[in-house]
């Protein structure tokens, strides 16, 4: 059983950064893979990024390719999601899900239970 509670969203002008974290709980944290997902009013929930246990396999959106950064920190049973380069089409609500195994759709385990990014042009 792993709950997941992000933080880190806001209102920023285009270009601007955020970093997204999501705070894990449970003693199995660092068996899982995370990943980071968005959805906006009206449309399907969408893959972002993910990150194995280790944290040496990763994998992107291509619409994020080269401004997000998908991270974790396994002592501090913590993953981020460093956004930079912040577009309008951005704008979505965040949250963050743990697996057992990695995935890039949306059939994750856990979830929490978002954190709204709002990019202003």
């Known amino acids: 059983q792993v709950q997941l509670v992000e933080s880190g969203g806001g209102l920023v002008q285009a270009g601007g950064s955020l970093r997204l974290s999501c705070a894990a709980s449970?003693?199995?944290?660092?068996?899982?893979?995370m990943g980071w997902f968005r959805q906006t009013p009206g449309k399907e929930r969408e893959f972002v990024a993910a990150i194995n246990w280790i944290g040496k396999t990763t994998y992107y959106t291509d619409s994020v390719k080269g401004r997000f950064t998908i991270s974790r920190d396994n002592a501090k049973n913590t993953v981020y999601l460093q956004m930079n380069s912040l577009k309008p089409e951005d704008t979505a609500v965040y949250y963050c899900?743990?697996?057992?195994?990695?995935?890039?759709?949306?059939?994750?385990?856990?979830w929490g239970q978002g954190t709204q990014v709002t990019i202003s042009s």
């Open positions: 899900a743990a697996s057992s195994v990695l995935r890039t759709t949306t059939t994750y385990e856990y």
């Open positions: 449970g003693r199995t944290f660092s068996s899982y893979a």
